[in-house]
């Protein structure tokens, strides 16, 4: 009994001193938020490409979506894509209804699409590609995002500039007011606005193909990696 009586005092007292730590006030701080930025041109693509067939027959548009997209496959890898560079990431079969009559049972043709991620690990080859699929049945292109495959280096070099950033600021504000920059008191990361960005030249992107002077159409541009930190210090 005397046990159960010490313990439950002990658990007291603990809360007691949890309760008064969490009242301490805390001491004076300055709290800025750092922005480091690298810019760097990229070093490979992602495409989003696809091919869509309009049937009589659900078993065609099948065969003939199947038989394009196998077609694809082995143009790619003639280019030098890798079996890990390519992926189908959407498939669908449906039925198309049209016509006057009201509450048609039977469709009138049958759609099929397939969609595959590509990447492309030499940009030199990019417009060369891009030019060849469009003759092996490619008739959608959704999507090209240009990135940098060694992109954590550059996160850790855009972590720098920041965490240098939020420093700087607050020496400025601190050295305004007469007052002395202390250690760190927390820390926060964040992306800044999720990561890796395309900064683009131009964007041409209603033909892969090469123009009458025989440049590329599409410009990379740049890959701007970005990252935002959030630092307090103690003001001495």
């Given at each position: 009994?005397?046990?159960?009586?010490?313990?439950?005092?002990?658990?007291?007292?603990?809360?007691?001193?949890?309760?008064?730590?969490?009242?301490l006030p805390l001491p004076p701080l300055v709290s800025v938020t750092g922005t480091g930025e690298v810019r760097v041109p990229p070093t490979e693509v992602i495409v989003n490409l696809g091919v869509e067939t309009r049937e009589p027959t659900l078993e065609a548009a099948r065969t003939q979506t199947d038989k394009k997209a196998a077609a694809i496959i082995r143009y790619l890898k003639k280019?030098?894509?890798?079996d890990r560079d390519?992926?189908?990431?959407?498939?669908?079969?449906?039925?198309?209804?049209?016509?006057?009559e009201y509450g048609r049972i039977n469709p009138s043709?049958?759609?099929?699409q397939k969609t595959?991620?590509?990447?492309?690990?030499?940009?030199?080859?990019?417009?060369?590609?891009?030019?060849?699929i469009y003759e092996v049945g490619v008739n959608q292109i959704n999507g090209i995002n240009f990135q940098v495959a060694?992109?954590?280096?550059?996160?850790?070099?855009?972590?720098?500039?920041?965490?240098?950033?939020?420093?700087?600021?607050?020496?400025?504000?601190?050295?305004?007011?007469?007052s002395k920059l202390g250690r760190v008191y927390s820390i926060q990361e964040s992306?800044?606005?999720?990561?890796?960005?395309?900064?683009?030249?131009?964007?041409?992107?209603?033909?892969?193909?090469?123009?009458?002077?025989?440049g590329p159409t599409i410009a990379a541009g740049e890959v701007?990696?970005?990252?935002?930190?959030?630092?307090?210090?103690?003001?001495?």
């Open positions: 009994m005397k046990k159960t009586k010490l313990l439950t005092v002990l658990f007291l007292m603990f809360l007691a001193v949890q309760a008064q730590a969490q009242q280019q030098g894509l890798e390519i992926q189908t990431s959407y498939v669908t079969l449906q039925p198309i209804y049209s016509g006057p043709a049958y759609l099929a595959m991620t590509i990447k492309i690990r030499k940009l030199n080859k990019f417009d060369e590609v891009l030019a060849g060694d992109v954590e280096k550059f996160k850790a070099e855009a972590r720098k500039r920041a965490v240098a950033d939020a420093k700087q600021k607050a020496v400025a504000l601190t050295s305004e007011l007469g992306d800044g606005g999720g990561g890796p960005r395309p900064m683009y030249k131009m964007a041409m992107m209603e033909s892969a193909a090469y123009d009458a002077s025989g701007v990696v970005t990252t935002n930190v959030s630092v307090s210090f103690i003001i001495e």
